[in-house]
């Protein structure tokens, strides 16, 4: 039965010739044994038009192989369903190229869920990606379909490291180029912009004809090429977007001042439109650049999570040790780690023990005490002790991998956001191409006057041509972002801004968000016969051997408290239980309860107060005199200062109607002395990494709009689902890339000017695209009825655009209303 899945090819009839391209594999759920493979094998076989089938108990995934040239595959999905097993759905990501508005969106997602397995397609805009579900996916066929739809798209490749570094570097170098196209574009632009004023004052006049053919043509077919690509894309889909509106508008303005160029009499100059169409593709990719900026933000984010993974490995091999490629590792492997040194793998300690620093997964700036058989993580530093690990995970299974995993995930999942210009663009357009044309041949008809006919028709396009539509959103989230990042607000992109208006729940991580981030001293304890100043003399004096955060904090607040340090001698770091040395001729040892009782010490009080220190989320220290007379001295217990401010910050945003939640991997004893300082009811504590984002949706499954904020790398999978990740700056760089709002002052009073920016940002958004459709309202019925020339049409555009621009402008004035303060909420003994 062991071997059931392997049998002899001979009792099998000849296999047919197999064309390569109709095999497909497939995970199966639910095997236990060889009788299983069995039963699925048989299943697939009956399936018309399979010729081969092999089942694989150890990885659960079957091969099959079809006669014909096109798989079946949900013929065997329904075969393993029917014999009691289920089918394991894979995801795969791809890359694209060439999307430029939600229609884009739209078609790459039809096209990729008419693929043979897809269950479902997702595909996010703004990290131009593609998430694809579904059973035996095919990377080749699903290429094929984007590329069928005009857009380019390849699988990302499972080297994290590879592809978000040439992700990163393709962004980067997009957005330069993209960004001297809109100088180059603003420099022809600017002599047409200067005489077109200079007229209209009485003050100048424009350039002549030729040259502002000159000028105008570059802007129109170099620059504007892309423009005239997507919409080629956008007409072969029969759909329309901006890029159409925008290839139309500008060519009808380019080409009937061309021709009124061309046939004007000698000595008469008439009024062209070259200014129009120059202005229009400059203002346009303007706003494309920001777009593309903002974009290449998302690979920084994995990348800068896998740079925290060593690239080499010291392994231990027949008694020598070897520096190897990470790459080389296996599970199984020994790996030395010296102090300093960033731990490569996730394993088990074998030997040694000391402290490690596991802030960036749990986010708590306190060590945790390793010894022989305690698990330690990629990615964590080894501050004192020697390490020799065995290695039980590398690559793609280690912890951190896992979290760029769920970063990734978070990131190509689909966003909510409202892209009203691209979903109205594709009625707008060709309504607005109808009434051209039903202008044109109304005129022609009617009054039979061809030239009438041309210049109504082009009034139309004219006045419909979309440069307040282009400008209402980027105009306003530059004003708005750039009010925001004066007073200490970073706003990665647009998406981020939309967004965050609509918040109603704000999650927050507690250390180095709410708290300070770093231990303090926070109260000392002494036995009977000592005073607190004595104990924290010597417990500085002793730790002046160490640079432990611990030891660092001690000698702050002897320090501070205008204690001098006495000599020291003999001093040894005890790994895993603290340090000893002998202080003005007294034995001293100060570390955790273990090393006291080793040492035959004991005291019932104090061990009582340690305890309910302790359960409110502290750390306690031990100080003891171990000779010549043994006894102990007290305590020294540690926690996380909670920021000034905080409590005000959480009180203005109940002010103003949103919710608050603590989501912290720290026990529940300090999450609630938080949350009870702060005024936040809703705490979830000792929550791990990754589940830091299902909390996310947990929260969000009450229909709130949930905003997480945070500043480490195990908040980075909960920033990235929530709709807006907003990271302190203070933090990692993962955080930040991660997140769409970064908070330079680290201040949680600026949260909730934030959602206030972002709030009047999004009203000036919707006040500018509502004038900016009154405008076609108005102005397409007058330009068809004759009402408007197309100078005045060209008019009526500009002042749109104008009004539009001018309203965003006032959001130049917004100022932060964080009434923060300076109060300490923390409160004598009081910790995090």
Known sequence: MAHAAQRAPETRPPAPE????????????????????????????????????????????????????????????????????????????????????????????????????????????????????????????????????????????????????????????????????????????????????????????????????????????????????????????????????????????WGLSTYMLATAHPGHDPHLYFEGSAVLITFVLLGKWLETRAKGQTAAAIRALMGLRPDRARLRRGGAEVEVPIGHVRPGDLVVIRPGERVPVDGRIVEGGGGVDESMLTGEPIPVEKAAGDRVTGGSINLDGLLLVETTAVGAETALARIVRLVEGAQASKAPIQRTVDRVSAVFVPVVLAVAAATFAAWWVLAGDAEAAIIAAVSVLVIACPCALGLATPTAVMVGTGAAARHGILIKDAEALERAHAVTTVAFDKTGTLTEGRPEVVDVVPAPGTDAAEVLRLAASLQQGSEHPLARAVRSRAAAEGLGAAGLAEFRALAGHGVSGTVEGRALALGAARLIAEAGLADADLALRAAAIEAEGRTVSWLAETAPAGRVLGLVSFGDRVKPGAAEAVRTLHARGVATALVTGDNRGAAGMVAAALGIHRVFAEVLPGDKAGIVEILRDDGKVVAMVGDGINDAPALAAADVGIAMATGTDVAMHTAGITLMRGDPALVGAAIDVSRRTYAKIRQGLFWAFAYNVVGIPLAAAGYLSPVLAGAAMALSSVSVVLNALTLRGWRPDTRSGTQDVRGEGRTA
């Not at 099959?64 to 759905?89: H, M």
Request: charged share 20%; net charge neutral; hydrophobic share 50%.
């Open 18 to 253: 197999i064309d390569a391209a109709a095999e497909i594999d497939l995970g199966i759920g639910g095997m236990t044994c060889a009788s299983c493979v069995g039963r699925v094998e048989r299943a697939i076989r009956k399936v018309p038009g399979v010729a081969d089938v092999a089942v694989n108990l150890a990885t659960e995934r079957a091969h099959v192989a079809f006669a014909g040239s096109v798989p079946d595959t949900a013929a065997v999905v329904q075969a393993v369903q029917k014999a009691g097993y289920e089918p394991v759905p894979a995801e795969l990501d791809l890359e694209l190229e060439g999307m430029t508005c939600a229609s884009c969106v739209g078609r790459v997602e039809r096209a990729l869920a008419r693929v043979p397995g897809v269950a479902a397609a997702s595909v996010n805009l703004a990290t131009e990606r593609a998430r694809v579900t579904g059973h035996a996916l095919d990377p080749a066929a699903l290429v094929a379909a984007v590329e069928k739809a005009g857009y380019h798209a390849r699988p990302i490749t499972p080297d994290a490291d590879e592809a978000a570094g040439g992700a990163a570097d393709a962004a980067h170098a997009r957005s330069r180029r993209e960004l001297g196209h809109v100088l180059i574009a603003a420099a022809l632009s600017a002599p047409l912009v200067v005489g077109m004023a200079g007229e209209l004052l009485g003050i100048g006049v424009m350039p002549p004809g030729w040259v502002q053919l000159l000028l105008a043509t570059p802007v129109q077919f170099w620059l504007g090429a892309r423009f005239y690509r997507a919409a080629w894309k956008a007409v072969r889909a029969r759909a329309g977007n901006m890029d159409l509106l925008v290839a139309i508008g500008t060519t009808a303005a």
